[in-house]
DNA sequence: TCTGGGGTCCTAGGACCC
DNA sequence: TCTGGGGTCCTAGGACCC
């Protein structure tokens, strides 16, 4: 029996969950923005009408500023936009048990359960509009599709509030004319590659051997051959089964340059705090630290390291990144524009801890109860009730706060 | 002149172990 | 002098997504 697959993709979420929350930015040109500092901030979603023009709403705020000066900037939102995305799952989750969230404004549907064809999937698709039209006051276009490539392309078609069905019938007029770079796994690197072997289209892709693209592209040519000949297979996961966080982690562009260790020194400590905060609020600690690096030319630079134990301790963390960065010569590379921290190779917290006699489990045992100490007068009195002596010491500490600025929404790609 | 942030997956080479 | 093979883990870098 064929698949009906629906994704439902929120039009520019992060401006229309403002719209809802401050109706007076109607119909004035404002944009969402990340990060602290203007110099590196960066414009996370345009309004509606930008994205209708066509302008490319992911830019850097001077650039924003150049197409439109009287722009309006709103610091973003985050707990109002995962609100809003947990209403969204929930109005999906009553069609389905089979939602699969892809970032926080977009979920593919797999409704075939219910014994449904791509025609029924069509007025779901338009209900399912309708109703988060109404009860939430913001739009999604919707794709049906007998895949999830497919519905994802046809969730792109009709913006801002509209359903496109892609069938068996249809997808070689509707898809296969469309450049390739609009399919879901091919970025900037991969359109540059497939033109130089002439393959333009989607259909031009679809029309290649496996066996070729496998030479060309790897384990991925395989995947996108597949995507663009309306193979995809890839089921859609079940609302139930979560995806295990693998890794946690921060970078920062700093409000300026990094010009000396001290500088460096001062950011990884914020930096770790966070990632470190962030492992215990989800109760996991990790074994492999990565840093990475990016010098004021952009040259970017990265370096890992699994230790024997594993830690939700910024002092960890710093000490282990710290070795890192003069190991591996990075000193060399000052000043940096950017450093970021991520721990990987999670467990949870309530695993069994490794007691040794060389001092180290007294430790971890004395850091982890003073952490949760910190952690408590943090969620009780705010985070600056409790700060480290740094602070005081380096006026950039307290310019960038990674937690709250910079927040999460992964996208599980490809699974 | 100004170039974000968080996360996942893949690859290729190397180390290490039995 | 002659120098296996397979599995697993680690590492650095690249690519992609929103």
Redesign the pocket.
Do not use: Y
């Given at each position: 029996m064929e698949r009906v697959i629906l994704h439902c993709?929120a039009n520019s979420?992060y401006a229309s969950c403002e719209l809802v929350d401050r109706p007076a930015l109607r119909g004035m040109p404002f944009a969402v923005c990340?990060?602290?500092e203007e110099?590196?901030?960066?414009v996370?979603a345009a309004t509606r009408e930008a994205k209708l023009r066509g302008v490319k709403t992911?830019m850097?705020n001077?650039?924003a500023k150049?197409w439109c000066p009287e722009l309006i900037t709103v610091a973003p939102n985050y707990q109002r936009y995962i609100y809003f995305s947990k209403r969204l799952r929930w109005m999906y989750e009553q069609y389905t048990d089979r939602v699969e969230p892809?970032?926080?404004?977009?979920c593919w549907l797999d409704v075939s359960n219910l014994g449904v064809t791509l025609k029924d999937g069509l007025r779901i698709a338009d209900r399912l509009r309708r109703q988060v039209r109404e009860e939430l006051g913001i739009t999604i276009s919707v794709g049906v599709s007998f895949n999830k490539a497919f519905a994802?392309l046809g969730s792109d078609m009709k913006k801002p509030d509209g359903s496109t069905v892609i069938s068996k019938g249809n997808y070689r007029q509707k898809v296969w004319p469309l450049p390739v770079?609009e399919?879901?796994?091919?970025?900037?690197?991969?359109?540059r590659?497939l033109e130089s072997r002439y393959i333009k289209t989607i259909g031009d892709l679809a029309a290649q051997s496996p066996q070729n693209m496998q030479t060309w592209?790897?384990?991925?040519g395989i995947i996108l051959q597949r995507f663009a000949a309306g193979e995809d297979a890839t089921p859609v996961m079940q609302s139930a089964d979560e995806?295990?966080?693998?890794?946690?982690?921060?970078?920062?562009?700093?409000p300026r340059d990094m010009y000396t260790l001290e500088d460096a020194h001062c950011v990884l400590y914020v930096?770790a705090d966070?990632?470190a905060s962030?492992l215990r609020e989800i109760r996991m600690r990790g074994?492999?630290v990565?840093l990475m690096v990016?010098d004021s030319q952009?040259h970017?630079?990265?370096?890992?390291?699994?230790v024997d134990y594993h830690t939700a301790q910024a002092e960890d963390i710093v000490l282990i990144a710290t070795e890192?960065l003069h190991a591996?010569g990075f000193c060399r590379l000052l000043p940096y524009?950017?450093l970021?921290i991520?721990v990987?190779?999670l467990q949870t917290d309530t695993r069994p801890v490794q007691t040794d006699m060389l001092g180290r489990y007294a430790r971890q045992d004395k850091l982890g109860r003073l952490s949760q100490a910190v952690d408590h007068i943090h969620a009780r009195y705010g985070d600056r009730a409790i700060e480290r002596g740094l602070a005081l010491a380096n006026p950039l500490y307290n310019t960038?706060v990674?937690?709250t600025?910079?927040?999460?929404?992964?996208?599980?790609?490809?699974?």
């Open positions: 993709d979420f990340g990060s602290t110099r590196h901030g960066i996370l992911a850097v001077w650039e150049q892809f970032g926080l404004d977009e994802k770079e399919l879901l796994g091919v970025g900037e690197r991969v359109r590659k592209l790897g384990k991925m995806t295990e966080i693998k890794s946690v982690g921060n970078s920062i562009t700093a930096i966070s990632v962030r074994k492999c990565s990016r952009m970017f630079f990265s370096a890992q390291k699994t890192m591996k524009r950017s970021g991520t990987g190779s960038i990674p937690k600025d910079h927040v999460v929404h992964p996208v599980g790609f490809l699974r």
